[in-house]
């Protein structure tokens, strides 16, 4: 638990994920050049930008999607978040956020990367900087009620074939 095991699990990542355009293969390799020229570059202290750790939350059914209305963005997008260095992995950060976004337990962590994107964005620094999200697919269990968290302006479920028109949320 470490910069160093976020770094290594961040980078292990994204050199076996195969993203099947060349606009993903892309940010696959930059993505890559930024954390060989940044050590530290998983955690919010990068002020240029750090890698972010989202969760794109499925129903059980894999008939809705979990968004929150973001208060600082303004839209509905993915549950996820910062690194800690108390978190073991990339990964393990998706779903400690997306446990603690929902409110939901015993959310089911598939395995490798699910996707990836970059945002410029004023985050918590309260300077610009760029969040270069990785993405994780979550599932939650049956029956699942999410509970709004104070990160939240409102959370909820939406059909995956009605999704909200300014989301960029990744479905495959």
């Known amino acids: 638990m470490s910069a ?9 990542l994204l050199e076996t994920w195969r993203p099947a355009t060349g606009p993903e293969q892309s940010l696959r390799e930059a993505m890559l050049a930024f954390l060989g020229s940044a050590p530290r570059g998983c955690l919010r202290e990068h002020a240029p930008g750090h890698i972010t750790a989202s969760a794109v939350v499925f129903s059980h059914d894999e008939r809705e999607v979990l968004l929150t209305l973001h208060p600082r963005v303004g839209r509905w997008i993915q549950l996820g978040g910062h ?22 337990a015993d959310l089911t962590l598939e395995p490798g990367l699910y996707g990836a994107q970059a945002h410029p964005i004023t985050c918590s ?10 993405l994780f697919r979550i599932r ?28 960029d949320v990744l479905l495959h």
């Not at 160093?4 to 292990?12: G, N």
């Open 83 to 104: 690194c800690e260095e108390t978190d073991d992995s990339v990964s393990a950060a998706a779903l400690r956020e997306a446990t603690e976004e929902s409110g939901i």
């Open 125 to 134: 620094l309260g300077v610009a900087t760029r969040h270069l999200d990785l």
């Open 4 to 12: 160093e095991s976020l770094h290594e699990s961040a980078t292990d």
């Open 140 to 167: 939650a269990p049956k029956g699942a009620v999410p509970v709004r968290s104070s990160e939240s302006t409102d959370l909820r479920w939406w059909p995956i074939d009605g999704l909200p028109v300014d989301t």
